[in-house]
């Protein structure tokens, strides 16, 4: 099997990974946060907020909230923020899980929602933001990576704009997250959400939000905490306020030995080999007369590689793929429905295919030769 769906969930994960996970097998799972020492620099629980910090430079680890994965994160970062009556700017390269908790809010009558339009690859520029923005604007809600194209947005200028209008900027760092450099503090993150399970390398299940000190955000559930237990209330703090219930440590051992994995490597090494079968993919496929290609040139994470075959629906092409060269990519729209009349592709969607790390250039040409053969194909009239 040729696996190329790593923007849905990576694979394979590194060796490291899959033993750190197997490990955790080997005791009970007590750890010493749960006994209020989460600074101890023996706990995996701190560690991985620590490794976390290190990546996205972020002054300090406690300020990281696990979660089950960006949705819960971004669903924290929305729901928590005090909204109500204001306006929230999104844009159209957003995933279901913005595009879905703010359009719930404004059917609740509680906030009205601007979507800042993007170009036929999904880039938009910073100053697009500002146009967007209006008076009652209380938030700036953005995609840093495209799930759909892969493009890459100006954060640190759409969060200079954000700010100078007094509006927080929260990030979904779904796809970016271990594909593309994320720098917190250079860039005045008010919120960073993120998902364990794609370039982290984690497990799914795991994730976490990053709230920069200082913002009042209500926690999505309350409850036990396994310290403070004499409070009937959610004991007031990061990152216990926000984490209510047993913490998965599974994901989060996971989640620490794929950071670990990306920072022992470097960022860089694993961005020049995406890049370099990303030029692979436009060499081969770039000038021909059969397919439509979405992705970007530039503003890229080199991660994805989204296109159609002309005369030919999404899913015939993945289904093809999948039955006759064992190649799995993802079709259709990818909880990604904003997107699709900028790229013109309504009704059915793109063709993406994502690599990873651990894709080898040899398993690229065979994808490559695949396609090709697949625009042979005789298309219905
Ligand atoms: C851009 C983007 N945002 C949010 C999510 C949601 O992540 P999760 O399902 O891990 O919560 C995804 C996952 O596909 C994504 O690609």
């Not at 009652?136 to 759909?148: E, K």
């Amino acid at each position: 099997m040729i696996y190329l769906n790593n923007a849905a969930t990576s694979y394979p994960k590194p060796k490291e990974v899959q033993d750190a996970v197997l490990a955790t097998f080997n005791g009970p799972l007590v750890h010493a946060s749960r006994t209020g020492l989460e600074r101890e620099d023996d706990d995996i629980i701190y560690l991985c907020r620590s490794r976390l910090a290190d990546l996205f430079n972020i002054d300090d680890p406690l300020q990281i909230v696990f979660t089950s994965g960006s949705t819960e994160a971004l669903n924290l970062a929305i729901k928590g923020l005090p909204l109500e009556g204001s306006n929230v700017v999104i844009s159209a390269i957003e995933h279901n899980s913005v595009i879905r908790p703010v359009k719930t809010l404004e059917k609740e009558g509680k906030i009205s929602v601007s979507i800042v339009k993007c170009d036929k690859n999904g880039y938009i520029e910073p100053q697009q933001f500002a146009e967007a923005i209006r008076d009652d604007t209380r938030a700036v809600i953005v995609n840093h990576c495209s799930n759909v194209t892969g493009v890459v947005l100006d954060i640190k200028e759409i969060a200079k704009i954000a700010h100078a209008a007094g509006a927080y900027i929260i990030v979904d760092a779904s796809q970016s997250a271990g594909a593309v450099p994320i720098n917190c503090s250079d860039w005045e993150i008010d919120m960073l959400a993120f998902t364990g399970h794609k370039s982290l390398f984690g497990m799914q299940g795991i994730g976490g939000l990053y709230v920069r000190k200082g913002i009042d955000l209500k926690p999505l559930k309350v409850g036990g905490t396994g310290v403070l237990s004499e409070i009937l209330l959610q004991p007031e703090g990061f990152p216990i306020h926000y984490e209510a219930g047993t913490l998965n440590t599974p994901g989060i051992v996971s989640l620490y030995a794929g950071v670990q994995f990306i920072l022992q490597t470097g960022l860089d090494k694993i961005i020049e080999h995406k890049r370099k079968l990303y030029e692979i993919l436009f060499n081969e496929l770039g000038d021909n007369p059969d397919i439509e290609i979405y992705s970007p040139l530039k503003h890229t994470s080199y991660s994805n590689f989204c296109f159609n075959v002309k005369g030919m629906v999404p899913e015939e092409v993945g289904y093809v793929l999948e039955v006759s060269f064992d190649i799995w990519v993802r079709t259709g729209l990818h909880c990604a429905p904003l997107i699709l009349p900028f790229l013109g592709v309504e009704p059915w969607g793109t063709v993406r295919a994502s690599h990873s790390y651990f894709t080898t250039e040899e398993e690229i040409y065979k994808f490559t030769e695949a396609v090709k053969k697949i625009t042979t194909i005789p298309k219905r009239k």
